[in-house]
């Protein structure tokens, strides 16, 4: 049976398949969206959102146990895991029923199943056969494992750490990314010992080297043990617990073993390579338009080399949505995405690191790093950290980089400075509220024009 009748096909219905999906509808053409489990995808059943909302009960839990630093007298007397995971198990249920009805809404042909990518514009499910005039691939990531590191028992990936029904005495982290240092956060927040392996010389490796090192100042002060520069090598568990070996010939205890190594794309078992579609070490290679090498199949997400981001998804599946109806968006910059790591501190940036900024423009690139010791509202709210800026010789600032709590909150108006391709010149005349964390990046930029108020020159 073969249903010819969209404008577009659609292969998984995470954050660049339903963005995709909705304004390719908004501009009047005909969608069938094909997804398998849930419409949402890994972001919001199993990422994303209900990580961030542990990371809230977390940040909840430190302000409890800590309240008398504010003159507030409370007790934390434990951690309902139970009761977490209804509040966080409410937010997503919340979310997925926003996106059906949003779904209905914009007349998306949904379609439950297993999608195989046949060739051409066509896309076969149980089957029947959805044939467009246009095609996306968008079918996501997968919890990746090191060789010979078997998932199961007490070692597990993120997406079984988020439905654990208990908390750990003891948790080693394998993993010193994002996921690794943002569960590390949560479990240490619930009183877990716990313990973070990371093979490269930092964590959060792939942040500016300062983020990195703020990073690792509050979370030693937080008790949060790590080990940079050391390879795992093996593991072994029992009825009793998991015992992780190191290349350094160390051994850990723990109850679990959380395996964060990254996030493979899951392209294996669509029909991809059969039907033709150019790949490399699994990801489906594009040009900066997001077309395949096949006429008239794109590909957005995860599956396609670069930031492994739900709104850099988002993103691109607007972005193709409209390619396909003929509007000519502008090509996404990849620098210019931003990156967030909801840990305790959160660390936020756009840009370039200044390795990378040295790299492209030569040892001339300028710096400055502004603490926010000097910030009103971060003492207010008793955070750590700072923002650093870099700027390219005789031009532009490249690159933001933030640490300290909610951070996050501030990286749109970083990207938009990025993206203007802004001279602290630009921002230093903006007027930014007081006292709000933001004037922590006004501060930063007074300076680097050299107008410092709060800082030494």
Known sequence: MTDTSADLVILGGGSGGYAAAFRAAELGLSVTLIEKDKLGG??????????????????????TRDAETFGVKAVLEGIDIAGVNKYKDGIISRLYKGLQGLAKAHKVNLVEGTGTFVGGTTVEVDGTRYTGKNVILATGSYSKTLPGLELGGRIIASEQALSLDYIPKKAIVLGGGVIGVEFASVWASFGVDVTIVEALPRLVPNE??????????????????????????????????????????????????????????????????????KMERGFVLTDDRLRTNLPNVYAVGDIVPGLQLAHRGFQQGIFVAEEIAGQEPRVIDESGI????????EVASVGLTESQAKEKYG???????????????????????????????????????????????????????????????????????????????????????????????
Not at 386 to 412: C, Q, T, Y
């Open 42 to 63: 890994t972001c919001l059943h199993r990422g994303c959102i209900p990580t961030k909302a542990l990371l809230h009960a977390a940040e909840v839990a430190d302000e």
């Open 338 to 345: 931003p990156r967030v790591t909801y840990s305790h501190p």
């Open 208 to 277: 500016d080297e300062y983020a990195s090192k703020q990073l690792e100042r509050a979370f030693r002060r937080r008790k949060i043990a790590f080990k940079t520069g050391v390879r795992f090598t093996g593991a072994k568990q029992d009825d009793n617990g998991v015992s992780v070996s190191l290349e350094s010939g160390e051994t850990l205890e723990a109850d679990l073993l959380l395996v964060a190594v990254g996030r493979g794309p899951n392209s294996a078992g669509h029909g991809y390579e059969e039907a033709g579609v």
């Open 363 to 457: 040892s001339d690139v300028t710096t400055f790093t502004y603490d926010l010791g000097g910030n009103g509202k971060s003492q207010i709210l008793k955070t750590s950290g700072g923002v650093k800026l870099i700027k390219a010789p005789d031009g532009p600032v490249v690159g933001v980089h933030m640490v300290g709590d909610r951070v996050g909150e501030l990286i749109g108006e970083a990207q938009l400075i990025y993206s203007w391709e802004a001279f602290p010149e630009d921002v230093a005349p903006l007027i930014h509220a007081h006292p709000t964390q933001t004037e922590a990046l006004g501060e930063a930029f007074l300076a680097l024009a050299g107008k410092p108020l709060h800082v030494h020159s």
